[in-house]
């Protein structure tokens, strides 16, 4: 009777508990430019949308392509553009957000490769609640300033 009670009590809470934040987020379109030559940074841009129903919280984004995966927004101040870093990324209930150039990014240091175009890598996003999804991540050309 005891073992009964307990796994019905482990499905009714596997019914009812929170989907996990990476099940929740729908990445799509990330894409990189290819290496500067002699550089040790780069820069990946996508789309992340949260389609769940709680806010979704990135804590930290990894690659075996950098030492260091940095959220960086693009801030102007007194005519000048600087990057500030967040230490994390809070997506709201189906909320959109844009990583382009110009914009929010994620920087890319200590490279532990050149990125080459046509080139794919991964990228792992690290959330609150513990759980992790990775996205594909497209090289362009050098100049690229769209998806490729």
Not at 58 to 76: D, F, L, R, Y
Not at 90 to 96: L, S
Request: glycine fraction near 8%; hydrophobic fraction near 45%.
């Amino acid at each position: 009777m005891c073992e009964r009670m307990v796994g019905l009590l482990f499905a009714v809470l596997f019914l009812f508990s929170a989907p996990a934040a990476a099940d929740v987020l729908k990445v799509s379109d990330c894409w990189s430019r290819a290496s500067i030559p002699g550089a040790d940074t780069g820069v990946t841009y996508c789309s992340l949308k949260n389609e769940g129903k709680s806010p979704l919280v990135i804590e930290k984004v990894t690659s075996e392509v950098a030492g260091m995966i940095m959220i960086h927004e693009t801030v102007h101040h007194n005519d000048m553009v600087m990057m500030s870093h967040l230490d994390e990324l809070t997506i709201e209930p189906g909320e959109e957000v844009q990583l382009k150039p110009g914009g929010l990014h994620m920087m890319l240091t200590g490279m532990t490769r050149t990125l080459i175009e046509k080139d794919v890598f991964q990228i792992d996003f690290l959330f609150a609640d513990g759980s992790t999804t990775t996205a594909d991540v497209r090289v362009g050309s050098i100049g690229q300033i769209t998806l490729p």
